[in-house]
């Protein structure tokens, strides 16, 4: 971990702390940070020991990092020449500070994902013994990683199917994650389509990155393609879209598994897929979200 010389300066009543930030500033040509009261007293025995009387127990101080190359001699002779050898021994305290490694945090942070019969991981932490039950994915946003109410819904019907040697056909495939989850499922072929282009070139990656390029084709477009039949389709994409897309997808599998339908549109599915002469099997609900599996 990189080092820096952590330098603070408790402030005494009368004294601007702000006016002092910028001077020492001008001085070390540092970015400096100004703690407002939050009970010096207490910061001091925790972390630097017993170095205020009792009447400093509500001051600001201020802090600011320095290069370790910039001796701690130096900083004290700076402020000594400034307040004097008695008020340094009372305010000042440097110490040798390392920057945490922010990158490694994050990475600690991110956790496994559940996803029906298969679990999702970050790139640092895939297994290649178990890689027929993970999938591998770069936790780049909220949507799209696995964890979000509609595709835990999605995934957990289609965990119900029987997708070994079979056709399928994701409609709205933002990362892919739902096509290959149906291919860590054993389905025989998966086409993907995403009408972001974007998306398209990221769910490639995801793909190739899972060495799932032979099973799971990803394109962009628009509409539902009509030249292929299918055994099973999934939709994970939001009601208006769904209410042009649905009826493009009569005749095209015997199964569909929709989701990404809130709560609150639960009887204009109904409606709609009543209407399109389709019965609801399953309905699944997670919180304000609901999933359907409709032939």
């Known amino acids: 971990m990189e080092q820096f010389r952590q330098v603070s300066w408790f402030v005494v009543e009368g004294e601007d702390a702000d006016a002092l ?3 020492f500033g001008d001085f070390f040509a540092v970015g400096i940070e100004v703690v ?3 009970s010096a007293e207490r910061i001091a025995r925790e972390q630097y020991g017993e170095i205020f009387s009792a009447n400093q127990s509500d001051t600001s101080f201020v802090r600011f990092y320095l290069p370790v190359s910039i001796a701690e001699t130096e900083v004290e002779q700076y402020f000594v020449d400034l307040f004097g050898a008695e008020r340094v021994a009372q305010s000042l305290q440097v110490e040798l500070y390392e920057m945490p490694d922010f990158e490694q945090q994050w990475r600690d942070s991110v956790v496994d994902i559940p996803l029906g019969n298969i679990t999702i ?14 999938i591998v994915l770069e936790p780049k946003m909220a949507f799209g990683t696995g964890d979000h109410a509609t595709t835990q819904l999605a995934a957990s019907l289609l965990a119900e199917l029987d997708l070994v040697g ?5 409609v709205g495939t933002g990362s892919g994650i739902l096509a290959m989850f149906a291919a860590r499922n054993q389905a025989k072929f998966v086409l993907a389509t995403e009408i972001d282009r974007q998306a398209v070139l990221e769910a490639r990656e995801n793909v190739v990155a899972n060495d799932l390029a032979d099973v799971v084709q990803v394109i962009h477009a628009s509409a539902v393609p009509q030249e292929e039949r299918f055994d099973v389709i999934i939709a994970n994409i939001t009601l208006p879209i769904l209410t042009e897309l649905l009826p493009q ?3 095209l599998a015997p199964v569909i598994v929709i989701s990404g339908i809130m709560m609150q549109e639960q009887e204009q599915i109904e409606r709609l897929v009543q209407g399109l002469g389709l019965v609801i099997d399953k309905l699944v609900i997670d919180g304000e979200w609901l999933a359907l599996q409709i032939g």
């Open 21 to 23: 930030g910028a001077q």
């Open 36 to 38: 407002a009261p939050i």
């Open 121 to 134: 991981v970050p790139p640092w932490r895939a297994t290649a013994s178990v890689e027929q039950v993970r």
């Open 166 to 170: 079979k056709r399928v056909l994701d």
């Open 249 to 251: 997808m009569i005749g």
